[in-house]
């Protein structure tokens, strides 16, 4: 497996989106805080063989982002994502850390087209669901200032441009987990959150910098290319699932 960074020249829109800063707090996002110390636990195992490993981090994360009580709301507001551009995604990682609420919640993993104009503009933002797992529970994730890694295949066409990432599902509830921050990196990504409407911070796909504003990237990765997955998706979720969510 090749390791690259992401660095999505052709996409330069990604780090270079010009937006307002909303410092006011809601309530519903919270972080861990600024640690330089933090640790990341290897998986054991690989998933994915032969594909390409794109992350837009710089192999550190000094916080943890997470949406909470009114911010996590069904189908998939309080969401992340971050932007990849390949034809095929064979698997997905996600960067978790936790202060002990991990109890069994479940996440929905997803890959979505690549809106390049944003709704509303400017993008560029996830756009229509491409592929969705439901339901998925995750090894419980390290303790904070630890992080662990948790794969994910999914073996889908993306034919480009697109997003990953996924919902922890916790409504109107305390943190299960937190997703990992880059605070000192590239910022070569399109780190991407989904907030409710209402919210200090917008409705819909926002930057997630406008919610926590030392965001550079954030710790969701992708196996792009096929590896061993077979020439169509070996999991799926139903066309009426699908238009479910919006």
Known sequence: MKRLL???????????LASTRVSAEDGNAT???YHAGTQIIPRPEEICPGTTFLQNDDESFENGYCWRYGGCVPP?????????????????????????????????????????DGNPPPGPDPGNVLYMISGLIPDPPALWPEISQHNYQVCTFTNGPHFV??????????????????????????????????SAYGTGWVPVNLAFPNCLDLGIREYAGMGD???????????GMIKALY
């Open 31 to 33: 972080s861990l805080g």
């Open 6 to 16: 992401s660095f999505m020249a052709a996409l330069s829109l990604c780090s270079g």
């Open 76 to 116: 998939n507001y309080g969401a992340w994502a971050e932007c990849y551009d390949a034809d095929y995604v064979c698997g997905i990682q996600l960067m978790l850390t936790q202060v002990g609420n991990f109890s069994g919640q479940s996440i929905d993993i997803y890959v979505w087209d690549y809106d390049a």
């Open 165 to 198: 990432g996924y919902w922890g599902n916790w409504p109107s509830g305390s943190c299960a987990f937190f997703t990992a921050a880059d605070e000192n990196g590239f910022g070569i990504g399109c780190p991407r959150t989904r907030v409710t409407a209402g």
């Open 229 to 239: 997955c077979q020439p169509t998706p070996n999991r799926s979720t139903n066309w």
